[in-house]
């Protein structure tokens, strides 16, 4: 249905002064978004030591500490190195998933779409507790595994559910056509019913990249005393002191939400994803 | 609707694999976790075999336990609810705005805290907040204050923090539902002389009651457990029962009592969910009726 203007009244000033009006709490409520995440960017720029607002003078000093810190090019490459191991395995699981859960045609679909889900709805410091007694069991605490596995289950739903929404509107159509001129159900599913999905797992494998990236209710109770990646860093820096190279640790992951964010808008309209 | 899914590669096949991983990474370490609570411990917290409800009675039992609960109950309640009010506003605008530009900055805003990591944002609220910050200096440059106001530490300022981190599943989940009113029952309530409080309150909150009650039980169930924002805004001296969870497992080394805290959490959390889509589904029985 196309999307037209509400509540529209007799006059058109009417309806613009009310439209306007409307856009107050918008405006407002998205201030109220964006201010932490503002301030986080401003304050990386600052010259002085302290957070005295407006910053006294702009520097890159901060960046270039962060860039001679071998404690934090550690975690960024830790970090890294665990987005880069999820991601692939995070996207087949969710595509597979999605496609079940979107696409299926089979008893319990809905049931199994709730279990896909369900990891997202438990809080994650249980989450944490339980893969920390589990992995305590194996020896794993603090280890790069473990980490990759318990970013697994966090980025899951996410990737499970944009894909779902992609399989769903798949047009059934083609894979019959595909299958009715001889392919085999697996070659449909990999030349046919995957690139018809490709919007749902491109915005799956971004989200989870960028989940993984900043996760840290969980990460902190599976890292034990080993690696840390930047989030686990940052939330046991910013315990301590307000220190500004957090600040600009912070900005950098920052431009990984809004590069993410940029590309879900281009590639794909993301908003029917979520 | 069921029978014209594609039946090439059935999707139970494709679900064989993530239900395995799902089963294995998720549901048995919870399982395992349930056990553990169920276990007896001796002097050191060392975890002893055998079964005993005594981790769960020390939770009832105790004061601050059984109290990190109900505190992280009054949370989520008043955030649950202020979510709400913000959302609404940004909610319709995503689903109603003609305006595409409009809509895309609205919605990469909405998104932006959630894909930002939970400690970068509340990294930014200490900033916010501290003795020199923006709320701060503002309201010194004002004149309104002389001396800088300890907001850091406050209750308040950890409630809008949470908020601020829970705000956009609440947009997401209203605005799929006010997408879906019509806009010809808006018209008709508008030509039928309606005001539009009144449309609001006859029309469109009833249309958007499961869009509602998603987004209450997104919200109340994530705040539940929320952990980190209020450790990193307003410091280990809360009890809140996510925080006392973290604190009994990692600093006082007693996973069991953790476990049993955890699981009193979970099911608390549950039944008010459950109770919230009740409440839901009566609504809007009765509007029927």
């Known amino acids: 249905m196309p999307d037209r203007p509400v509540l529209r009244v007799t006059g058109a000033g009417r309806a613009r002064a009310r439209r306007a009006l409307t856009l107050v709490p918008v405006v407002l409520v998205c201030a109220f978004l964006l201010l932490p995440l503002l ?40 970090s890294l190195r665990v987005a880069l191991l999820v991601v692939p395995v995070v996207v087949v699981l969710g595509t597979l998933g999605g496609y079940a859960v979107g696409a299926g045609n089979f008893p319990g679909r809905r049931a199994l779409g709730l279990l896909f889900l369900s990891p997202m709805a438990v809080p994650g410091v249980m989450v944490g507790l339980a893969l920390l007694y589990q992995l305590q069991r194996t020896g794993l605490v603090g280890s790069a595994q473990g980490l990759w596995l318990a970013h697994l289950v966090v980025t899951f739903p996410f990737c499970v559910r944009v894909v779902a929404v992609s399989a769903a509107a798949l047009d059934p159509a083609l894979p019959r056509a595909a299958r009715s001129l001889g392919a085999s159900p697996l070659r449909t599913f990999l030349t046919v019913t995957v690139p018809l999905m490709r919007p749902g797992i491109v915005a799956g494998a971004f989200l989870g990249a960028v989940i993984s990236l900043g996760e840290v209710a969980v990460s902190v109770l599976v890292a034990g005393a080993g690696e840390a990646t930047v989030p686990v860093r940052i939330y046991s820096a910013v315990q301590v002191q307000l220190e500004p190279t957090v600040a600009a640790v912070s900005t950098l992951l920052l431009l990984v939400s809004v590069a993410t964010i940029a590309v879900l808008d281009r590639t794909i309209h993301v908003s029917r994803f979520l | 609707m069921a029978a ?62 059984w109290g990190s609960v109900v505190e992280s109950l009054w949370l989520a309640v008043r955030v ?4 709400l009010v913000l959302a609404f506003p940004l909610a319709w605008y995503l689903a109603r705005s003609t305006s595409a530009v409009g809509k895309s900055l609205v919605f990469v805003i909405t998104l932006s805290p959630l894909l930002t990591s939970e400690v970068v944002r509340s990294f930014g609220w200490r900033v916010v907040m501290s003795g020199e910050g923006p709320v701060n200096v503002t309201l010194q440059a004002l004149g309104l204050i002389d001396e800088s106001l300890p907001l850091l530490r406050s209750p308040w300022t950890v409630f809008l923090a949470v908020v601020h981190v829970l705000l956009p599943f609440a947009v997401l989940a209203l605005s799929a539902s006010l997408g879906a009113i019509d806009n010809r029952l808006l018209q008709a309530s508008a030509d039928l002389g309606a005001g539009a409080l009144r449309t609001f309150r006859s029309v469109v909150l009833p249309l958007a009651t499961p869009g509602i009650v ?50 009193v959490l979970l099911a608390v959390t549950l039944a008010v969910c459950g109770l919230v889509g ?9 509007r029927r009726a």
């Open chain 2, 4 to 65: 014209t899914r594609t039946r090439d590669l059935r999707g139970h096949v494709a679900a064989i694999v993530p239900t395995a991983f799902v089963v294995v990474a998720f549901l048995l370490p919870l399982v395992g976790l349930l056990l553990l609570s169920l276990r007896p411990t001796d002097e050191m917290n060392n975890v002893l075999p055998g079964f005993t409800g005594a981790q769960y009675a020390e939770v009832f039992g105790t004061s601050y336990l």
């Open chain 2, 278 to 286: 009740l409440l839901g589904r009566l609504a809007e029985r009765g």
């Open chain 2, 80 to 83: 649950s609810l202020t979510c």
């Open chain 1, 39 to 78: 301030v986080v960017a401003l304050s990386s720029f600052n010259a002085a030591n302290n957070f005295r607002f407006p910053p006294e003078g702009l520097s890159l000093r901060w960046y270039a500490e962060v860039f001679g810190s071998a404690q934090w090019l550690d975690s960024l490459g830790y």
């Open chain 2, 214 to 263: 998603a987004a209450t039980v997104i919200v109340f169930s994530l705040s539940m457990g929320v952990y980190v924002t209020p450790l990193l805004v307003g410091g280990a001296n809360q009890s809140l029962a996510g925080l006392r969870i973290q604190t009994e497992a990692m600093v006082a080394f007693d996973q069991p009592r953790a476990a049993a805290l955890s699981f």
